[in-house]
């Protein structure tokens, strides 16, 4: 009987011991557009060095359910990356509710560091026109601690450890 809860006390143990840090980095611009969000989508989000994939874009009020449908009005985005221009094309043949403007596909490897997008004009479904400024991109990580074990038996471990700017981050975890 003693055995069994010795094991029982260095399982509960162990289990709980258990957990594991994951990060999840992306680009967001530095102003906020109020009915517009921007998002920038890293190939392989939970890589520091993957390069970016997208920038998409996004009318607000898709969150109560009903999607709205948004049309980039230029044929193609700038981006500018250390003083050098790189030309995006853009097609609207696709019909969906949302702008998907695919940098990596393009040649275009953008790894660290920030950059400014020239996205343009967006129409949304009411007819009204927003011009957006030059967004300038910072990248943001996202860090979370969680136990896979006791995760997987229904219990929500999950917490956030830091959720915010790349430079930020590297700020405070310096030695």
């Known amino acids: 009987m003693a055995k069994k809860i010795i094991v029982i006390i260095f399982s509960v143990l162990i289990f709980n011991a258990c957990s594991v840090y994951s990060s999840y980095y992306s680009y967001y611009p530095v102003e906020e557009i109020k009915t517009l969000a921007i998002k920038g989508t890293i190939k392989n989000g939970d890589s520091k060095n993957s390069p970016l994939s997208s920038i998409s874009v996004e009318d607000k009020r898709n969150l109560n359910g009903k ?17 050098k221009e790189y030309i995006i094309p853009y097609s609207n043949s696709n019909n969906y509710e949302d702008i998907y403007i695919y940098i990596y596909k393009n040649g275009v490897n953008i790894i660290n560091g920030d950059f400014i997008a020239y996205i343009g004009k967006v129409k949304l479904d009411t007819g009204e026109i927003i011009n957006l400024p030059p967004l300038h991109f910072k990248k943001e990580i996202l860090v979370e601690n969680y136990n896979p074990i006791l995760d997987t038996l229904n219990q929500n471990t999950t917490k956030k450890i830091f959720d915010g700017l790349m430079e930020d981050y590297e700020k405070r975890n310096k030695y």
Do not use: P
């Open 67 to 83: 999607k709205h449908k948004l049309i980039l009005l230029n044929n193609s985005i700038i981006l500018v990356k250390d003083g």
